[in-house]
């Protein structure tokens, strides 16, 4: 299953190590102006090599749009768009190209297909996310001409440090999405000494979207946030989701829960956007755990395709972290899941218009 979404159709492509990546996103709107270029913001803030606490492959990750976008337009046709992978170092895994990294989907994929890529993982590497993050910039464009709606994200734990502030003007400012700019060089220092342990460590992301309008969720198999959950778990190494206060929400008495309507605005947001699978107008808010990286150079015994015990030791360019570049990862699965989810809003219930009374999102304006 390598496509995503009903009416906002992405199909992914390609490997790790192979020539190319690349996707199709059929029933793109006609219309939308989109420029190779466009891409590369979005592409460069998902991508390696660009700190040292990230993987160390550079991939130039130019996209070329092979069709369905006519004078700067797209068309209404089939999108497909390919990026050529420049950068990869097959030989790095011969020597795990016969074991099972434990942690890593070798041993899943093993079991499934009988037999495996292993250059960098193959179709199980995070490289597949490139093409997601690729498509979800047509999506961003268009939620946000349309709809001004934004989609944006920001990292809200490495290992055990959370951030002491929120400033939203300084996550792009840091390698790591980091929200607080004065907890860098503790979070430096931090990845550093992790680096040189050789060892790894899990994450959490948080996505938000801003002005999605009352409505949009399919009940009851369509739900949005029951999308959302799928679209976020689809991502590498992703081990749990929470929609709003999530898991917070068992320790939570139901008055203090429940997000109470006035006509100035909703009072507080703890259902993270949606009641009954449907947007409310307020913001859209999950938080996605990262596990942490499991191709280590710290050896460990285990298991190869003979069924022999064998150390394992995995060389490679592999990052400490693989929470530091999901950010754009998950905000891209959340707006192709509300690029998907407003087509089937306008296709089923185009008609209905704006309905009586419209609660504003928060009473703090
Ligand atoms: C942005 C990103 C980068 C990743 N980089 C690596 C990596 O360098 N080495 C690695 O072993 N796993 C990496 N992963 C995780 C693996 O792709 C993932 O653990 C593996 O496919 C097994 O799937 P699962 O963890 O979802 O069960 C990365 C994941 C993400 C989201």
């Known amino acids: 299953m390598n496509t995503f979404g009903h009416l906002f159709r992405v199909t992914t492509f390609g490997e790790s190590h192979g020539p190319a990546i ?101 179709r199980s590497s995070a490289r597949e996310t490139t093409m997601r993050v690729a498509a979800a910039v047509v999506a961003k464009k268009w939620l946000a001409e349309r709809f001004g709606l934004t989609v944006r994200g920001y990292m809200a734990q490495i290992g055990d440090v959370v951030p002491r502030s929120h400033d939203w003007t300084v996550v792009e400012d840091n390698p790591f999405f980091w929200p607080d700019a004065s907890q860098v060089p503790e979070l430096e220092r931090y990845m550093d000494a992790l680096r040189k342990s050789g060892d790894s460590v899990g994450a959490k992301v948080v996505a938000v979207a801003d002005g999605v309008p009352p409505g949009w969720g399919e009940p009851v198999y369509g739900k949005l946030d029951g999308e959302l959950a799928a679209a976020m778990m689809s991502i590498n190494a992703v081990k749990g989701v929470e929609i709003g206060d999530g898991f917070a929400a068992v320790a939570q008495k139901g008055t203090e829960h429940r997000d109470v309507m006035t006509p100035g605005g909703f009072l507080s947001n703890h259902a993270g956007g949606v009641l009954g699978g449907i947007s409310t107008g307020q913001q859209v808010a999950v938080s996605v755990a990262f596990k942490p990286t499991s191709s280590l150079r710290l050896p460990v015994e285990g298991v190869d395709v ?34 998907d989810q407003a087509l089937r809003h306008r296709a089923q219930c185009g008609d209905v218009g704006v309905v009586a009374p419209r609660i504003p999102p928060s009473a703090d304006g």
């Open 306 to 339: 003979d069924g022999k015990v064998v150390d394992i030791v995995t060389t490679g360019r592999h990052d400490p972290c693989v929470g530091i570049r999901a950010t754009p990862i998950c905000e891209a699965m959340l707006a192709l899941v509300l690029m």
């Open 22 to 122: 690349g996707c199709v996103i059929d029933g793109c709107p006609p219309g939308i102006a989109i420029a190779p270029e466009e891409f590369a913001h979005d592409l460069a803030r998902r991508a390696t090599g660009k700190s040292r606490h990230t993987s160390a492959r550079r991939e130039a990750d130019e996209v070329e749009i092979l069709s369905g976008v006519y004078e700067g337009l797209t068309t209404g046709t089939p999108i497909a768009l390919l990026v050529r992978n420049t950068d990869q170092k097959s030989k790095d895994y011969n020597a795990i190209a016969r074991q099972f990294r434990p942690g890593h989907a070798d041993y899943a994929y093993w079991q499934k297909y009988g037999l495996r890529d292993p250059r960098g993982g193959g």
